[in-house]
Nanobody, 127 residues
Framework: QVQLVESGGGLVQSGGSLRLSCAAS????????MGWFRQVVGKDREFVAG????????EYSDSVKGRFTISRDNNKNAVYLQMSAVQPEDTAVYYC????????????????????WGQGTQVTVSS
């Protein structure tokens, strides 16, 4: 089992910045690709960003590209999402997720591809 715990959510004004953190336990971070998803009540969970197990490759949804940055520190078993120039449309519950990867593989974007999930952290952007 792998446990993921998100933190760093809160209220931020439009145009501001926020950094989300995800702490992982149970397995070495190098065994997993990591992703950030977000979800609004009544809507499907949406892929936001992903990062390869070594941190050398990243992927972003078009809606956040250029504004959000995903990174990881495998020595700390942690993954981060730096959110800049946030907009009210970014308001959602943000989840981190882990995907088991043994060999080099593309970063998955599909929710069903991920094996472990955190409980989420609320981000609210005020206009």
């Amino acid at each position: 089992q792998v446990q993921l715990v998100e933190s760093g959510g809160g209220l931020v004004q439009s145009g501001g910045s926020l950094r989300l953190s995800c702490a992982a336990s149970g397995r070495t971070a190098r065994e997993f690709a990591m992703g950030w998803f977000r979800q609004v009540v009544g809507k499907d969970r949406e892929f936001v960003a992903g990062i390869s197990r070594g941190g050398g490759t990243t992927e972003y949804s078009d809606s956040v590209k250029g504004r959000f940055t995903i990174s990881r520190d495998n020595n700390k078993n942690a993954v981060y999402l730096q959110m800049s120039a946030v907009q009210p449309e970014d308001t959602a519950v943000y989840y981190c997720a882990a995907k088991r990867i043994i060999m080099t593989a593309p970063i998955p974007r599909a929710e069903r591809s991920y094996d472990y999930w955190g409980q989420g952290t609320q981000v609210t952007v005020s206009s």
